[in-house]
């Protein structure tokens, strides 16, 4: 699994994790903490094990991470507000009902976790809180879809925001996949993508993904199971569609890297409810087979 990753440019990182527990205490009356925990950041990176059943997961996160989620509230919100001209009030009434309903119990657990964990460390952090977060990539192709159906003109057109790629074969030295990505997200957010999550779900393969604390998905989206699944995206700029009855991207993304066992297993689990939110070009390897794939998922 290390050598796996090591192989998508974070060696000195993982070769860093003293795979120790954090000294922070549990509440006294709650287990949902155990096999759960965080290292010290070191090189900027802080390095999160969570594992068990999605609420205990969601705790972990919540619990070990609750100054850190708050921070990150506190940057997309102030983003995201401004780029989409709505207030947060606006962003957690759509996040009730349109990206909530569309969420699989599994990961409503999950998220419902984190807000636990987030209370049990003194925060005052709410359910829609998290949706609207974890859903903040989204809001742009749902209030795109509200304007041109008003046949309004307020909201610009949605841009690029990250350029990767993927190659095997004669491409690369050894023959072997090599993968890599470049975020450009705006300094605000980008800042808070600085956790390694290391995820060991009840079900599903176990992975290890980069992401910003509070999100279940890695919206950086860049991170490989332990199946031998390589994920990255680039966006797709200037794409307009969205299914207000779809499964929210966030989770699709989410469900994918956690669950998919070939190519073919990601982009079903991908292409199945789209939602249209966050059109992107999935570059996808798998190691077991040393093949890569291309895949566009939008409406």
């Known amino acids: 699994m290390l050598r ?175 993968i890599g990505h470049n975020n450009w997200s705006d300094y605000l957010t980008g800042s808070r993508w600085k956790v390694i999550f290391d995820v060991a779900p009840q079900s599903g393969r176990h992975f290890i993904m980069d992401g910003v604390p509070g999100l279940i998905h890695s919206a950086d989206d860049f991170g490989i199971n332990d199946a031998g699944i390589l994920i990255t995206e680039t966006t797709i700029g200037g794409f307009h569609g969205f299914n207000e009855k779809g499964i929210p991207e966030f989770a699709r993304a989410r469900k994918a890297m956690q669950y998919a066992e070939s190519i073919d297993d990601f982009a079903r689990i991908m292409e199945q409810g789209n939602n249209g939110g966050y059109a992107n070009t999935w570059l996808i390897g798998d190691r077991k087979n040393n093949e890569i794939a291309r895949l566009e998922v939008a409406r």
């Open 4 to 178: 796996s990753f090591a192989r998508l440019a974070l060696p000195a990182l993982l070769a860093s994790c003293t795979w120790l527990a954090s000294a922070a205490p549990a509440p006294a009356d709650n287990g949902q903490l155990a096999g759960g925990f965080r290292n010290p950041a070191k090189a900027g990176w802080i390095f999160v094990h969570l594992q068990g059943t999605p609420r205990s997961m969601g705790y972990q996160h919540g619990y070990l991470l609750a100054p850190e989620i708050e921070d990150a509230k506190r940057a997309i919100e102030l983003s995201l507000t401004h780029d989409v001209k709505h207030t947060w009030n606006d962003l957690r009434a759509a996040a009730k009902d349109i990206f909530w309903p569309g969420v699989p119990d599994e990961y409503r657990q999950e998220l419902q976790g984190i807000v636990a964990g987030l209370h049990a460390h003194g925060s005052t952090l709410d359910l829609l809180d998290l949706v609207a977060m974890n859903a903040n990539m989204e809001f742009a192709y749902y209030y795109g879809n509200l304007d041109r159906r008003a046949k309004a003109n307020t909201l610009a057109s949605i841009g690029e925001h990250c350029s990767a790629f993927v190659a095997t074969g004669a491409y690369t030295k050894d023959g072997r996949i090599v």
